[in-house]
Nanobody, 122 residues
Framework: QVHLVESGGGLVQAGGSLRLSCAAS????????MGWFRQAPGKEREFVAR????????YYRDSVKGRFTISRDNAKNTVYLQMNSLKPEYTAVYYC???????????????WGQGTQVTVSS
């Protein structure tokens, strides 16, 4: 069982930056691939980025490549999402997710956090 708690969301102007954090419980954090998703108002939840258990492999949706960076600190049981050059269309609730299978993580992760709101003003 993995319990995920996101933090770091807030209100930022377009072009600004935010860093989201996701703290995970459990002693088996290093076994899990981790990811970030987002859900904008009136839209379906969508995949944003993922990172392998080792941190060596990352993958992003095309629209955030070069703007977002996912990373993890296994000693702290924490995964991060650094978001730069933010756009108003990135406004959404951002969710952290975990799965033992990095492929399954992209579509149907086993574990979800409660989400953190990111609002980008124009």
């Amino acid at each position: 069982q993995v319990h995920l708690v996101e933090s770091g969301g807030g209100l930022v102007q377009a072009g600004g930056s935010l860093r989201l954090s996701c703290a995970a419980s459990g002693r088996t954090f290093t076994r899990y691939a981790m990811g970030w998703f987002r859900q904008a108002p009136g839209k379906e939840r969508e995949f944003v980025a993922r990172i392998s258990w080792s941190g060596f492999s990352t993958y992003y949706r095309d629209s955030v490549k070069g703007r977002f960076t996912i990373s993890r600190d296994n000693a702290k049981n924490t995964v991060y999402l650094q978001m730069n050059s933010l756009k108003p269309e990135y406004t959404a609730v951002y969710y952290c997710a975990a799965d033992l299978d990095i492929v399954a993580l992209t579509t149907t992760p086993d574990y979800w956090g409660q989400g953190t709101q990111v609002t980008v003003s124009s």
